[in-house]
């Protein structure tokens, strides 16, 4: 199905508590409606994190030291996702890695009157270099530390489903593997371990701009599908990728190295 990621806003709107993650001005909610309503058929998913409007540039709220602070973080995510829900979107997908934050969404979409918005928890997400691009372009970076206290250490393809599994018993509907072309090993582990339940996997900047840059200098754009391939081999139902414009229009153009 088509549908769509809104995901960051504007960068200069930060405070110490994420206000302009879903306040009145907030540009995720701006733009979800307009989507909803110029495209009514089109699925939206909002991704769902304080980073990008913190001040302190982390997933949640820290103390003195630098720790994260659990039970507010998870309190604020999850009044974030209500807002997104009650502006329309189908489906929230927080990114924050922060323990308990399932359980505390899915509470909070129920009591709210938003239980059939979906939840897609980036359940399995590992403390990844190809982050980079992105976050140098979003200025998303933290102002101190780093986010290794809460996401996965690359090594580690057992914890990474440990997490998936925490968030699936806490009710996700859709778990997420990120970044994807370096831990197809653990989208597998997944699929055979959960056969129904849904996978998603995030092809992310770092993915992209390699990937990218060999289609562009090598003359064969297939190696975007072949990269595509790859994930949906290992397991994957969702791909969300930068490529997918590219592969958009290949669909349209009837492009031949769709067929491979």
Do not use: W
């Amino acid at each position: 199905s088509s549908g769509i990621n809104a995901e960051y806003g504007d960068s200069s709107m930060k405070d110490e508590r994420a206000s302009a993650a879903d306040s009145a001005e907030s540009p995720v909610i701006a733009a979800v409606k307009v989507i909803k309503s110029r495209f009514p058929s089109l699925l939206i998913a909002c991704d769902v994190c304080m980073c990008d409007y913190s001040s302190n540039g982390h997933c949640g709220f820290t103390d003195s030291s630098g720790s994260i602070l659990l039970a507010p973080s998870v309190a604020r995510i999850a009044e974030m996702s209500v807002s997104y829900a009650r502006a329309g979107a189908h489906i929230v997908a927080p990114s924050d890695m922060l323990d308990n934050r399932i359980a505390a969404i899915k509470a909070a979409l129920v009591s709210s009157g938003h239980a059939s918005t979906a939840i897609m928890s980036y359940s399995t997400k590992f403390a990844s270099a190809l982050y980079g691009p992105f976050r140098e372009a979003c200025n998303s970076a933290p102002s101190f530390g780093d986010r290794k206290c809460y996401q996965l250490p690359p090594g580690s393809g057992r914890l990474g489903c440990l997490t998936a599994e925490r968030d699936i018993a806490e009710g996700a509907d859709m778990v997420m593997v990120k970044p994807g072309q370096f831990y197809t090993d653990v989208i597998r582990r997944l699929r055979e371990a959960h056969p129904n339940q849904l996978i998603a996997t995030y092809q992310v900047s770092g993915e992209y701009a390699m990937i990218r840059n060999y289609a562009d200098s090598s003359g064969y754009p297939q190696v975007i599908v072949e990269s595509v391939c790859s994930l949906r081999r290992a397991g994957a139902d969702i791909i969300i990728s930068y490529f997918t414009p590219d592969l958009l229009r290949m669909m349209r153009d009837g492009d031949g190295v769709l067929s491979m």
